[in-house]
């Protein structure tokens, strides 16, 4: 059970370090993409099919495509690589503190919860409900933000 | 297939090391595609951890989740925008260039 | 009743601006209308209220007007037999004085600005006589203050009545801040600031003494500056710039009496507080030099000024020597005959246009009543029965020679005999003898103007007649001495003086302007006499050389030096932060991010470490 989950883990990190450091972007993509997908076999394996459902849908469908097209936009250029000692420093930092955190917190586990479907359905509705809608107002608005942005911006060139 | 006897701490070694990871590609000088997907690696790994710990206090946890994800890509739909348009008006790729926050 | 009072007070203070307003809308004159209604009906509550006092009655009321932290501001009014008589003098007076206004000032050409300011400033002083309290005494003080200012600076367009305004009310405003002291020490060691109630403490020697003269000398300091005694009193002459209704109001028979009054007030608080004899030499003083100065000047008006300082001096000798009724009752027998003279010079000044006595000469042929209703006055003054002055006079004489200082009691009794002096000197030259330019111009004055002036001719008749009752009033058991043998000398000297004045001003057997310039003696003598001995110029010398160059210099150079210096220290401190800080803006995204980054996970640190 234990190495199924060190294979994952060691796929997460693999693909992870590959969408930073791979200089041709459509490889970052596809590296970004796996990584996504990974993640939601996390979320399965954690009992939330629900969970790992939405994960798929939402990023590996979504987000994962908007990169595409914003490479494609771009273009997929080959990059420089410049290094930075100070960036890899801090980020250990942040994983020992977070490290340290997570063990002090992680080490004692009660046993899973078996959350169903309907009981996430009836805690959503009964807590939540109020707060998803202005949130999907929000949504709203980001999106045609975005799309305001864009539009404006990018008929001036034309 | 469901690793419910692990103990929760390798779950959350997961979500830090994608923190780890994330943070390392958000202030080595790449480009801003990369540290826009470097941000989406942390907000992954918050996620995970999140919902490990959904296991241990119950349903709040997933929905938070669920609303975590949602914003995330709200987010970087407008993040990649912004990207879009510096890179065709501005043809700036590289965070060095945005430097008009200076005294 | 009570409320009748507050009404008496509160509506000609409140009314005078409504009064000013509606006569700029309508016609001017309506506010003599107004004014004449006002303070008519004040003059009618004070009467009534002076009745219902000498039947038996008290009026007393007070609120709390507010409190902050564990002070409690009363508010309210006390009026015992001193107050009532007081009071009924400033409202009748006030009015008759509007009257009188309507002639003098029918030149004017905004006559409602006069009537406002006079209907405010009578407002206040019925205010003061009538309050029971320090506090609202003070405010009432600080709103006579101002109406003095306003109507000596009536004529603004004239510097000199500008200047003079100013003078007055700083110089008053300088005394001021005595009186506000001494109140001040007085809440704070006696609790409480009621009048009644201090005298009560007084009595029964509950105050420290310490405190308790230090408090009474302070308030003595804002009496001497209000009511013209040395050395605060140049401002007094200064002030007759103002319309001579105004001289008359204010400056004799109403707001110079308030430092009277106040003392009057709390006499057994000062009686404890053993000043009285300050009280008493400064008085003494006072009238010393006002006498001399009277005999030497030439304008009428600053006469008349000279003569009220003197006659506020001897209201102070006969509080000090230690009989409240003598310098009360002085006050008001005072208030009427200087007045009826300061009306009566009124009527000269507004009908020859001359201000200088020396250059009228024979009006008697002119203006006969006004002639007699001078006459009257001066006999008043100079203290002939029956008018009031007699019997004031002797008995504050009495007095000082029972309070047993020689040197106070000699110069009260130059001051006494000398007064005749200068009123027959005035009086004889301006009206006796032919008829000259200036004298032909004249006519006599309205009826208007005239009625005031018989009203207070009677009127100082009658508070000689019945001074007895009046005594009464204002101080319970009062016993009136009567001294034979002081009264025969004083009026042996009087009657040379009177022969002197005769001679020289009557029959005009020398020319006295003349005498003065060719004798050396009688020049400097006269130099000294006509500038009150130099105090005015002390005082100014004082002011330029120590206020203006010195303390005036001392704090430009520390708002320079010290304030600036800080001001721009900060200025300095901050852009130089500024300076060494910016190094931090690089504007590198990366670098933001990182000291972002870097600053979250050492807040973790510390978090861990605090809790």
């Keep these: 059970m234990l190495l199924y989950f060190l294979i994952l883990f060691a796929v997460v990190v693999a693909t992870a370090i590959a969408a930073i450091e791979l200089t041709n972007l459509i490889w970052v993509l596809v590296a970004f993409a796996t990584l996504l997908t990974e993640i939601a076999l996390f979320y399965f394996s954690l009992g939330f099919p629900l969970l790992g459902a939405f994960q798929l849908a939402v990023y590996a469908g979504g987000v994962a495509i908007l990169v595409l097209f914003a490479i494609l936009t771009i273009g997929e250029r080959e990059e420089e690589r410049r290094e930075s000692k100070l960036a890899a420093g801090v980020a250990l930092a942040v994983f020992i503190t977070a490290l340290i955190a997570s063990l002090w917190m992680g080490l004692t586990t009660k046993p899973y919860l078996d959350i169903s479907l309907e009981e996430i359905g009836k805690v959503f509705i009964e807590k939540y409900a109020l707060l998803v809608i202005p949130l999907g107002f929000t949504a709203i608005g980001i999106i045609y933000g975005a799309y305001y942005l864009l539009s404006k911006k990018l008929e001036k060139e034309e | 297939m469901k690793f419910t006897h692990e103990p929760m701490f390798w779950f959350l070694l997961v979500a830090v090391s994608l923190l780890g990871i994330g943070i390392y590609g958000l202030l080595s000088r790449k480009s801003i595609l990369k540290m826009i997907i470097s941000i989406e690696i942390i907000v992954n790994g918050a996620n995970v951890g999140l919902a490990a710990f959904a296991t241990q206090h119950g349903a709040d946890g997933i929905i938070l989740t669920f609303f975590a994800i949602a914003l995330a890509a709200l987010e970087v739909a407008v993040g990649l925008s912004l990207l879009i348009i510096l890179a065709r008006k501005y043809g700036i790729t590289f965070p060095e260039k945005l430097n008009n926050l200076r005294w | 009743m009570e409320w009748l009072i507050y009404l ?31 303070t008519g009906l004040s003059a009618v509550i004070s009467l009534a209220v002076l009745l219902g006092v000498a039947t038996g009655h008290r009026y007393e009321h007070s609120f709390t007007w507010f409190s902050f932290g564990g002070i409690e501001v009363p508010f309210g009014i006390y009026v015992d037999g001193l107050a009532a008589v007081v009071y009924a003098m400033a409202a009748v007076l006030g009015f008759l004085i509007v009257m009188y206004s309507r002639g003098y000032m029918e030149n004017d050409e905004s006559p409602h600005r006069f009537f406002m300011k006079v209907t405010f400033f009578i407002g206040s002083m019925l205010g003061l006589t009538v309050s029971n309290n320090l506090i609202g005494m003070f405010i009432f003080w600080e709103f006579m203050g101002l109406a003095s200012y306003l109507l000596i600076a009536y004529w ?100 110079v009496n308030a430092g009277v009054f106040l003392v009057g007030r709390l006499f057994d608080f000062f009686q404890y507080s053993q000043v009285l004899y300050i009280i008493m030499s400064i008085g ?61 010079a009124g009527n000269v000044i507004h009908f020859t246009h001359e201000k200088d006595a020396f250059k009228i000469r024979g009006l008697m042929k002119v203006m006969p009543i006004t002639a007699i209703l001078f006459l009257i006055a001066v006999l008043s003054l100079s203290g002939i029965p029956p008018f009031s002055g007699y019997f004031s006079k002797e008995w504050i004489l009495h007095e000082a020679k029972e309070a047993g200082d020689p040197i106070v009691f000699a110069l009260v009794l130059t001051a006494a005999v000398l007064t005749i002096y200068y009123g027959f000197r005035l009086w004889f030259q301006i009206f006796t003898g032919e008829p000259n330019e200036v004298a032909k111009r004249a006519r006599e004055a309205y009826p208007v103007m005239l009625i005031p002036q018989f009203v207070l001719a009677v009127l100082t008749l009658l508070v000689g007649i019945f001074h007895k009752p009046i005594v009464e009033l204002i101080v319970e058991h009062a016993h009136i001495p009567h001294d034979w043998a002081l009264t025969i000398v004083v009026f042996s000297l009087m009657a040379l003086a009177f022969i002197l004045a005769w001679l020289l001003y009557y029959k005009r057997v020398i020319n006295t302007e003349e005498l003065v310039k060719k004798d050396p003696i009688l020049a400097v003598l006269n130099k000294t006499f006509y500038n009150a001995f130099f105090v005015d110029h002390i005082i100014r010398w004082l002011a330029k050389n120590f206020v203006v160059n010195f303390l005036a210099w001392l704090f430009h150079w520390i708002d320079r030096n010290v304030y600036d210096y800080i001001v721009n220290g900060v200025a300095k401190t901050a852009l130089w932060t500024w300076e060494k800080v910016r190094v931090i803006q690089t504007g590198d995204l990366i670098h933001y991010l990182t000291i972002f980054v870097s600053g979250a996970v050492i807040l973790y640190y510390l978090y861990l470490v605090i809790l």
């Design chain 3, 8 to 38: 008496s007070v509160f509506l000609p203070i409140f009314g005078a601006p409504l009064i000013w307003l509606i006569s700029e809308y309508t016609d001017k004159w309506n506010s003599w209308y107004l004014s004449l209604a006002v």
């Design chain 3, 156 to 255: 603004y367009y004239k510097d000199s009545a500008a200047d003079a305004g100013l003078k007055a009310f700083l110089m008053t405003k300088f005394a001021d801040a005595f009186l506000l002291a001494g109140i001040i020490l007085l809440w704070w060691y006696a609790g409480t600031i009621n009048v009644a109630e201090i005298n009560h403490l007084a009595e029964a020697k509950a105050i420290p003494l310490f405190v308790a003269a230090t408090a009474a000398l302070l308030m003595f300091g804002g009496a001497v500056g209000k009511s013209a005694q040395f050395p605060l009193f140049p401002w007094l002459l200064d002030a007759m710039e103002g319309p001579t209704p105004v001289s008359a109001l204010i400056h004799a028979a109403t707001m």
């Design chain 3, 284 to 344: 003494a003083l006072s009238a010393f030099i006002a006498v001399l100065g009277a005999m030497v000047h030439r304008e009428i008006k600053k006469i008349i000024a000279f003569s009220t300082m003197e006659n506020l001096g001897l209201m102070f000798v006969g509080l000090g020597a230690g009989s409240l009724g003598a310098g009360i009752f002085h006050l008001v027998s005072h208030a009427t005959f200087k007045a009826l003279m300061f009306l009566a």
